[in-house]
């Protein structure tokens, strides 16, 4: 893999089956550093599995793995915790710890894995939930939130450690237009600012090709198509021009 | 400290009324039979020493089995089947860790505390049922129970629950914190924390009753 040092993450001929069933198929692919790549699919095609593999919350039966230079697939778990550092998740369903107000949400990995004092740590939880919208909700318990405000919530915690590449788990998935769209702007926002490389897995097309500079398609564990919008649009197969063309 | 609170104060209430209500009970059973043979007077420390060596450990344990137990195999059940467990990982924290040794060792801790409660509950429970009967001071109560209770039939059963409280958190983390089949599974994580735990304290009872015999030959006479 020649580019595998300029590449924020590379999956080479990566493969994974949960029992019988084949989730991912030699599956390949890279994303430049900086670049959002948005991850598309019908349900159960391998996507989330593939957000999965590259934190590291499941193994994979074949293939290397590389996020921003290290080959993760063999590490132990300190050598995971250090790569896990330069990564924040936004999950589907944000997975927000139910137990803790926000405020605490985003105050546990500064508390554990930075040396900051509480003044700073104050100030950088302020900071992102001003830029998440959520300001005056910080002692809310995740419960108190709606379903967009929960999703907000799990980006700022995702963003909290100021992650080199973001990855997004169907950030708009359940939410009405004009809040997803607010969802698809931070993206946006925070690759413009920090340079972040960003992953979405995604059912919406619209949200997507708003976000996204290439684009991977998934069909029944395979990478089918992979490319800009146009190169997708043009692809061989008929299901990625589908999905890519919808509105 | 969240935990300690969780598992401990919160099952004070339980323990206590249960120890309280056994000990009555248990006087009203045993009473009539000392009566009969005309040893009325070793009531107390029947209750004391039944207390202190078997029913206040085995029952405290088997209550926060099902109280502690299941509420520890549903909320990592839960926590699994929400993806909090993956959102720990993902921030690069051991969840193991964060998780799971807080609980067992809260619970390893608690158990012993909570057996105290549960034991002094059953005298006084046990008092108030013998001052009914045969009005009873109080002091010649406590004098009574306590005359032939030494020190090891006192400490080593106790400190056994240690051992209830270890499985108790150990099991349930493990059903709950390796369920895989979501919302389903937190219900099961509960139900098998529960079964589990309290079969293994009833075996471990009898493997440590027998090691406490050893250690302390004086208390198997």
């Known amino acids: 893999m020649s580019g595998q040092q300029k590449a924020a993450v590379v999956f080479d001929r990566v493969s994974k089956a949960f029992g019988p069933k084949q989730v991912l198929r030699a599956v390949s692919f890279e994303v430049p550093v900086g670049e959002t790549l948005c991850i598309l699919g019908r349900s159960g095609t391998?996507?989330?599995?593939?957000?999965?593999?590259?934190?590291?919350?499941?193994?994979?039966?074949?293939?290397?793995?590389?996020?921003?230079?290290?080959?993760?697939?063999?590490?132990?778990?300190?050598?995971?915790?250090?790569?896990?550092?330069k990564m924040g998740f936004l999950f589907q369903d944000a997975a927000l710890f139910d137990s803790l107000t926000l405020y605490d949400n985003l105050a546990l990995p500064l508390r554990r894995l930075t040396t900051k004092t509480q003044d700073e740590i104050d100030s950088i939880i302020d900071s992102v939930l001003?830029?998440?919208?959520?300001?005056?909700?910080?002692?809310?318990?995740?419960?108190e939130l709606s379903g967009g405000m929960r999703k907000r919530a799990g980006l700022a915690r995702a963003l909290v450690l100021e992650p080199k590449i973001l990855l997004a788990d169907e950030p708009s998935s359940g939410l009405d237009r004009i809040t997803a769209s607010e969802i698809d702007e931070l993206l946006m926002r925070q690759r413009a600012e920090h340079q972040t490389t960003i992953l979405v897995v995604t059912h919406d097309v619209h949200g997507a090709r708003r976000v996204g500079d290439?684009?991977?398609?998934?069909?029944?564990?395979?990478?089918?198509?992979?490319?800009?919008?146009?190169?997708?649009?043009?692809?061989?197969?008929?299901?990625?021009?589908r999905l890519i063309s919808e509105k | 400290m969240r935990q300690m609170a969780e598992i401990g104060s919160k099952s004070l209430p339980l323990v206590v009324a249960s120890g309280f209500a056994l000990g009555t009970v248990m006087t009203l059973h045993t009473r009539s039979?000392?009566?009969m043979f005309g040893a009325a007077a070793i009531i107390p420390t029947v209750q004391a020493l039944a207390f202190f060596v078997e029913i206040g450990p085995l029952v405290a344990g088997l209550l926060l089995a099902g109280r502690v137990g299941s509420g520890i195999g549903a909320v990592l059940a839960n926590m699994r089947a929400t993806?909090?467990?993956?959102?720990?990982?993902?921030?690069?924290?051991?969840?193991?860790?964060?998780?799971?040794?807080?609980?067992?060792?809260?619970?390893?801790?608690?158990?012993?505390?909570?057996?105290?409660?549960?034991?002094?509950?059953?005298?006084?429970?046990?008092?108030?049922?013998?001052?009914?009967?045969?009005?009873?001071?109080?002091?010649?109560?406590?004098?009574?129970?306590f005359e032939n209770v030494v020190l090891s039939n006192f400490l080593a059963p106790t400190l056994k629950t240690a051992v209830f409280g270890f499985i108790i958190g150990t099991v349930s983390s493990y059903f709950g914190y390796t369920t895989n089949e979501g919302a389903a599974g937190v219900g099961r994580a509960a139900t098998n924390s529960v079964v589990v735990s309290s079969l293994l304290i009833i075996l471990a009872d009898v493997i440590l009753v027998k090691c406490i015999f050893f250690v302390f030959p004086e208390n198997a006479l």
């Open chain 1, 46 to 85: 391998g996507k989330s599995v593939t957000l999965k593999l590259l934190m590291s919350l499941i193994k994979p039966d074949h293939g290397d793995i590389w996020v921003d230079g290290d080959e993760i697939t063999q590490l132990n778990e300190a050598g995971l915790s250090k790569v896990r550092r």
């Open chain 2, 83 to 145: 993806e909090q467990v993956d959102g720990i990982e993902s921030l690069s924290i051991d969840a193991f860790k964060f998780l799971v040794v807080p609980r067992v060792v809260s619970c390893v801790l608690a158990l012993p505390l909570l057996t105290l409660f549960m034991d002094f509950a059953g005298l006084l429970g046990g008092y108030l049922s013998e001052f009914a009967a045969s009005r009873i001071s109080f002091e010649l109560y406590i004098t009574r129970a």
């Open chain 1, 214 to 241: 290439r684009f991977a398609v998934f069909d029944k564990g395979d990478l089918v198509a992979f490319g800009t919008a146009a190169e997708v649009e043009n692809s061989d197969h008929e299901t990625a021009r």
């Open chain 2, 33 to 35: 039979t000392l009566v």
């Open chain 1, 130 to 143: 001003g830029q998440v919208g959520l300001a005056g909700d910080k002692r809310k318990m995740p419960s």
